[in-house]
């Protein structure tokens, strides 16, 4: 069992930044990938970023790319989402997930994903 906390969300402005945690326990010797998705109300969960847990590898929505950076720290085991230039349409509930395949490439499917994290609002205002 693999229990994801997740941190960090709230209400910024339309350009700021916020950075979300996602701090896993229990069988994280088993994790091979973790990633980010965020739905919004009355939308479908959609992926955000993913990593690597034990090799080196990122990746990235098309509409994420160069405005929102993933991380990892292993000895923490925790992973980060530093959202930056954000803007209203990222308001959403952002989770973290753990897969465990090994041969995990960061998929972008939610149903991939073995273990989620309760969630943690994210609101932008204009």
């Known amino acids: 069992q693999v229990q994801l906390v997740e941190s960090g969300g709230g209400l910024v402005q339309a350009g700021g930044s916020l950075r979300l945690s996602c701090a896993a326990s229990g069988g994280t010797f088993s994790i091979n990938g973790m990633g980010w998705f965020r739905q919004a109300p009355g939308k479908e969960r959609e992926f955000v970023a993913a990593?690597?847990?034990?090799?080196?590898?990122?990746y990235y929505a098309d509409s994420m790319k160069g405005r929102f950076t993933v991380s990892r720290d292993n000895a923490k085991n925790t992973v980060y989402l530093q959202m930056n230039a954000l803007k209203p349409e990222d308001t959403a509930v952002y989770y973290c997930?753990?897969?465990?395949?090994?041969?995990?490439?960061?998929?972008?499917?939610?149903?991939?994903?073995?273990?989620w994290g309760q969630g943690t609002q994210v609101t932008v205002s204009s």
């Open positions: 997930a753990a897969d465990l395949s090994i041969y995990y490439s960061g998929s972008h499917y939610p149903s991939e994903y073995d273990y």
């Open positions: 990593i690597h847990w034990k090799a080196v590898g990122t």
